[in-house]
């Protein structure tokens, strides 16, 4: 059984979420691999909006394991919030469907102050999420980090909390001018919440490997996007995981050999939140259009989305890290209404015509964008259902991204609901 990874293409905020959601009715498992409740997964069904951080999107769908892996790193207060939420909107997200790896590593309290006081404190703000993705991350690769199997050995629990604050706290008071932070009340805090963590814990590579033994079909559900990975993108205004699809499987503990479907998720124009370079960024009327007619405020901190037109080159880059078999292109109908509308296809970077983001520190600051311009389309997409219900200019601007990518484009979608999402 082949297993797929879905991911974002740019810098997140592309509605993976709605795909992940419609892709499930197809498999048995969601895995989440990467990332932590930065993320935030908007998915309307039935009527009802279901904003989801940590917690796969699988968990929507009756009967779907959901799979929490060791490249997470989890609030595990927010993690009890969220399946709070999920359960007072009545779904199960009991242990015996939604399994946390014991090697994932725990936000803590102390990353999240970190986060706030760097980014408080910064010249050049990064625009984080401020939920201690960084230092949480940080404290793994120090190998500092406390994982949640940590909560069934209290011993090495606190001497590592004990440990960790010994540092956090000579930044906290000299650096930042925060009080120190109790490493006893810390650890009795972490305590009072194992029981009801405890039970979700599980070996998450047997569970993977035993499910695809067994016939059963995988989904590995990406985070951000690939333009926020941090080796590959737009460096230092990235997330501090690697998002690019080969991390499913470092991520989660199994070979990627098993994974033969990678399906990229590419917003018909570009977003990002938070600072960092950002090529088609457009400052007038058609920038604030887009924002407003695409909703485009994040779904974790509520912040403005930076909008402009479709990038190439950035895909171009996802695509060579990726090596995407599909593409499932979202929010088309965002540009309904539009006279023209632009295709980046390469930039211009000192004299040269360039296909790829270069790679220099301030490279991407200095690029000028060469577009393609097509024009636009006006009727509304929202009630279109197959690819000849599309507009004849709007099937073209599909056309040429395909084109442009040499990457199927097997997936449209034109509305947030689920039936809003066809196959071409
Ligand atoms: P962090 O992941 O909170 O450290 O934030 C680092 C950068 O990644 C910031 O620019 C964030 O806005 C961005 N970021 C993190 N998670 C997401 C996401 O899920 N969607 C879009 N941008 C994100």
């Known amino acids: 059984m082949s297993h797929m990874i879905v991911v974002g293409a740019q810098w997140g905020d592309e509605g993976k979420g709605k795909i992940v959601d419609l892709l499930t009715s197809e498999v048995d498992m969601v895995v ?24 796969p999107s699988g968990i929507l769908h009756p009967g779907k394991m959901c799979v929490i892996g060791n490249g997470v790193v989890l609030d595990p207060e927010g993690f009890l ?22 090697r994932t590593h725990f936000i803590m309290p102390y990353h999240r102050a970190l986060d706030g006081a760097r980014e408080g404190h910064a010249k050049d703000k990064i625009g984080t999420t401020g939920r201690g993705i960084g230092p949480c991350y940080e404290d793994k690769k120090a190998r500092v980090g406390v994982r949640a199997g940590d909560l069934t050995d209290p011993e090495v629990l606190k001497s590592k909390i004990t440990h960790a ?17 109790d490493a006893e009340a810390v650890f009795q805090k972490l305590m009072a919440l194992a029981p009801r963590i405890l039970p979700y814990l599980a070996d998450v590579s047997s569970v993977i490997l035993d499910a695809h033994a067994a016939g059963k079909r995988i989904m590995f559900e990406g985070a ?26 470092l991520g989660s503990g199994i070979s990627s050999g098993i994974i033969g479907e990678r399906i990229a998720i590419v917003k018909a124009y570009t977003t990002r939140v938070g600072a960092g370079p950002f090529p088609t960024e457009l400052f007038d009327k058609t920038g604030e259009e887009l924002r407003s007619r695409g909703g485009e405020f994040g779904a974790t901190t509520g912040r403005p989305r930076r909008c402009g037109w479709l990038d190439i080159a950035v895909l ?26 632009k295709i980046c296809v390469a930039y211009e970077y000192e004299g040269r015509v360039v296909q790829y983001p270069p790679q220099t520190p301030r490279g991407l600051d200095q690029v000028k964008p060469v577009y393609e311009t097509m024009p636009g389309w006006s009727e509304d997409l929202t009630g279109c259902d197959r690819w000849e219900s599309l507009p004849e200019n ?10 442009l990518l040499g990457v199927k484009i097997d997936y449209i979608s034109v509305g947030p609901d689920r039936k809003q999402t066809f196959r071409r």
Do not use: W
């Open 165 to 181: 604050l010994e540092e956090k706290n000579v930044l906290f008071t000299q650096l930042y001018g925060l009080p120190v932070m």
């Open 32 to 55: 989440r691999f990467q990332g932590g409740n930065n993320a935030g997964h908007t998915v309307i069904a039935n009527g009802k909006k279901y904003v989801l951080h940590v917690v």
């Open 81 to 102: 919030e969220e399946i709070d939420a999920l359960a007072a909107l009545g779904l199960d997200v009991s242990p015996s469907r939604l399994k946390i790896s014991y």
């Open 394 to 403: 709007c099937r073209r601007y599909i056309d040429r991204i395909q084109e």
């Open 224 to 249: 951000q996007g690939v333009m926020l990975d941090i080796d590959h993108g737009t460096y230092p205004f990235v997330t501090s995981s690697n998002v690019a699809c080969d991390n499913a499987a």
């Open 316 to 341: 171009r880059e996802m695509a060579r890290l990726c090596g995407p078999t599909s593409i499932a292109l979202t929010k088309v109908d965002v540009l309904s209404g539009m006279k023209e509308v």
